[in-house]
């Protein structure tokens, strides 16, 4: 019997794709008509099953807000956007403003929106599916962001691990600004067995980002020492809402940087890893709810304005016909 395989299920009127590895027997759950989202990763470890990304309750709360559960993807611009204003290329660019709270506009322009599945399968590679967005397909998206593109996720589950490899092409005939981020929700603890309190991040950062209304001003500091997660952090009572920059520094080229999240009670790590095209690493544990996220960023959120102000916040810039490509991956072992 073959290791990995792809299966597909209807429920809530929306495709699941599922991606099995009976031999570790981890699987994962995508949504493609909900921006592509994988809503659930499950892996075993020792005596238990551990859900790695916090799953929605049912798919009609990830429809409501596909950026609370999962692994969202966050482009073309991870972060807030001040005023959901920027101007590139000479276009004054207004998005819509949906962090009211901040007065800004936030997580990109791809989230909830419908992807196509584009290619599927399994074999000794894993299994995977491959979800692709083309803006020519979503009128709404080229009337508020004048600048083509599509950007294609491919999920592949393999040894337990589950690896992302996203494309993005500029179809355009001008230049195209962009910015990814993932933003995972792992749950805080992992089980009943963890406390919170207890649980450790770790990660190749030591500078944030100065922020005003979780917007960079443009300033980069020292962390904190007990919020300088190179050393390592214990929770405890401690708050994230911070970003940090620095985390491809010394990966060298073909690189990768490597975050952890430690649940000492349950017995699991999980790490993120990402390639040395993510430079900013935000990091979310509020208090209100049982969840940490280490969500690694191309560039700083509002970079776009930044790059007019002549501060480098990593905005990357795709000629017309330009390929680009980045790489994440989620491994969980048992402590």
Not at 111 to 136: F, I, N, S, Y
Not at 141 to 165: D, N
Not at 198 to 208: G, I, M, N, Q, W
Not at 251 to 265: A, E, F, I, N, Q
């Amino acid at each position: 019997m073959q290791r990995y395989e792809v299966r597909r299920q209807t429920r809530e009127n929306e495709t699941i794709v599922q991606l099995v590895d009976r031999e570790s027997e981890a699987e994962a759950c995508l949504v493609p008509g909900i921006g592509a989202q994988c809503a659930t990763f499950r892996v075993p470890c020792g005596a238990q099953l551990v859900d790695v990304l916090a799953p929605p309750p049912h798919l009609a709360a990830l429809k409501a807000d596909p950026v609370r559960y999962g692994n969202p993807i966050l482009f073309p611009f991870p972060g807030r956007i001040r005023e959901g204003v920027f101007t590139f290329a000479g276009r004054r660019v207004e998005l819509p403003i949906n962090d009211r709270a901040h007065r800004a506009a936030i997580h990109g322009l791809v989230l909830g929106k419908p992807w196509d599945v584009v290619e599927e399968g399994a074999g000794e590679e894993g299994a995977w599916v491959t979800c692709r967005l083309h803006t020519a397909d979503h009128p709404d998206l080229e009337a508020v962001f004048p600048f083509p593109f599509e950007i294609r996720y491919t999920y592949r589950l393999r040894e337990g691990r589950l690896e992302s490899e996203i494309q993005v092409t500029n179809p355009g005939e001008g230049p195209l600004p962009m910015g990814l981020g993932l933003h995972p929700w792992f749950p805080l603890p992992l089980s009943d067995k963890g406390r919170r309190a207890e649980c450790k991040l770790r990660a190749p950062v030591r500078r944030v980002w100065e922020l005003d209304g979780l917007i960079p001003t443009g300033a980069v500091r020292e962390a904190a020492p007990q919020r300088d997660l190179s050393r390592g952090v214990t929770l405890g009572e401690l708050e994230f809402d911070d970003v940090y920059t620095g985390l491809n520094e010394g990966v060298g080229p073909g690189g990768w940087s490597r975050s952890t999240y430690t649940d000492p009670g349950t017995g699991v790590e999980i790490a993120v890893l990402a390639d040395g095209r993510f430079r900013e690493l935000v990091v979310y544990a509020p208090g209100s709810r049982g969840v940490v996220c280490l969500e690694p960023y191309t560039c700083a959120p509002n970079a776009f304005n930044l790059a007019a102000e002549g501060i480098d916040g990593g905005m990357t810039v795709l000629q017309p016909g330009e390929i680009w490509s980045a790489q994440v991956t989620y491994a969980v072992r048992a402590l």
